[in-house]
């Protein structure tokens, strides 16, 4: 059987729900090339008026952080409580804050 | 910075996200029995939905107007997306697609026995929707809290569609009861078939299923094979009574003091026979699936070359402009 060498590359697909909206990581596809990636994305993950617009990436592409949660990529941002707004005292009958 | 941890280390974490629900991810350390048990089970469930495709497949070309072949088309066609949402949420546990087909091809895979039962008549259609989709969901809702992201996912995507489904089936069905005598013998001769076969569909009972207690442990699996059973029979008993069938099982009855139906023991003879491979569709399922994956190898392939050739030419081009 010539099972890998008819294997087609792996593609992200992400879809923008409507206007306004990020383009959202859906789920991942097999295609040869990037034109048919799109077209089974369209096929697969908006049979049902889930999406105005779609991305496609190879998954061989996409460059992670370590998924660990205790990766010391995100600690310098744990102990900054000063970033959000609840840190602040202000009155409660202080209007508009 | 990295550090070294130890195995007993990697466990502890991955039994601390299992016990507080949070959801396990692809590059996450799991334990192989895990992964196993995992990619084990998403198979089984992908080739289902691929299998899924032939039995009402059958009826395409026979839908009897152009409004039942196009809702039939397109639950046929969520079939082979499920199959695909599936078969993308196991490649993520490291095994390949072309690898999973060929466990399915070569019988290496199991896929839901309920397949391996023909349908014979258009009214099997309508049952499908009903009690085969009606038995998918109950098993498939809880999946959607499953620990492993990828899985759950899938699983969310797919009872959204799954709903519709099974809407069409009881559709079809009290369509058909509403019409003649020969119209609704055609219906409950084919809800006899297929009552005992979907009960099945949960799987053996639970003294009888070794490997689910390790599941619900690691959160993989929410409720047991004979939890899932009841909650389907005590939702179908009284959509059958508002259809006007009769269940075939004398034993169906109120139980005021469990606060559920009774019911009598599915046949597990015939459910191992059928899962050994003897039940009556098992060689032409497979058969077809294998016919179907050979003679698609040259479009693959063909594929394969035209996206060589055109992103040879691309950087063929790009060399150009930049020389």
Request: net charge negative.
């Amino acid at each position: 059987m010539s099972a890998v060498r008819g294997e087609w590359p792996l593609w992200e697909v992400f879809v923008r729900g409507k206007r306004g909206l990020n383009h959202v990581h859906v789920g991942s596809l097999h295609a040869a090339d990037a034109e048919m990636a799109v077209r089974n994305a369209r096929d697969v993950y908006t049979r049902r008026n889930e999406g105005v617009s779609i991305w496609v990436v190879k998954a061989s592409d996409v460059t992670a952080s370590s998924p660990d949660e205790k990766d010391p990529l995100f600690a310098p941002a744990g102990d900054k409580v000063y970033r959000h707004p609840t840190f602040y005292d202000v009155p409660a009958d202080v209007p508009h804050m | 910075m990295t550090q070294v941890q130890d195995e007993q280390e990697l466990q502890a974490q991955f039994d601390a996200v299992v016990a507080r629900h949070d959801r396990i991810e692809p590059r996450d350390w799991m334990p192989e029995g895990y992964r196993k048990t995992l990619v084990r089970q998403i198979a089984q469930h992908a080739h289902s939905e691929i299998i899924g495709m032939q039995p009402e497949g059958n009826w395409v070309t026979r839908a009897p107007s152009l409004r039942r072949k196009a809702t039939l088309l397109a639950k046929v066609q969520d079939e082979a997306g499920h199959g695909l949402y599936l078969y993308s949420a196991c490649e993520t546990l490291g095994v390949s697609r072309a690898e999973l087909t060929e466990l399915l091809i070569e019988g290496k895979q199991k896929y839901s026995s309920i397949f391996n039962y023909p349908t014979l008549s258009y009214a099997d259609v309508g049952t499908i929707g009903w009690l085969v989709d009606g038995a998918a969901i109950a098993n498939q809702v809880p999946l959607c809290r499953t620990s492993y992201g990828p899985y759950g996912r899938a699983m969310i995507r797919i009872c959204k569609e799954e709903s519709f489904h099974q809407r069409q089936g009881f559709e079809l069905l009290m369509t058909m009861m509403r019409g003649t005598d020969a119209q609704r013998a055609m219906v409950q001769e084919s809800v006899d078939r297929f009552w005992w076969p979907a009960l099945m569909m949960f799987g053996p009972p639970d003294d009888a299923s070794p490997n689910t207690a390790q599941s619900m442990a690691w959160g993989i699996k929410r409720d047991t094979n004979d939890e899932l059973r009841q909650k389907f029979v005590d939702m179908t008993v009284p959509q059958a009574e508002r259809l006007g069938v009769t269940l075939p099982d004398p034993a169906i009855a109120w139980n005021e003091d469990r606060g559920h139906y009774d019911f009598g023991e599915p046949d597990w003879e015939e459910f191992a026979a059928v899962v050994r491979g003897e039940g009556p569709c098992n060689a032409q399922r497979i058969a077809h699936r294998r016919r179907a994956h050979e003679d698609g190898a040259w479009v693959r392939e063909a594929a394969s070359a035209f996206a060589a050739q055109q992103s040879a030419q691309q950087s063929a081009q790009q060399q150009e402009v930049s020389a």
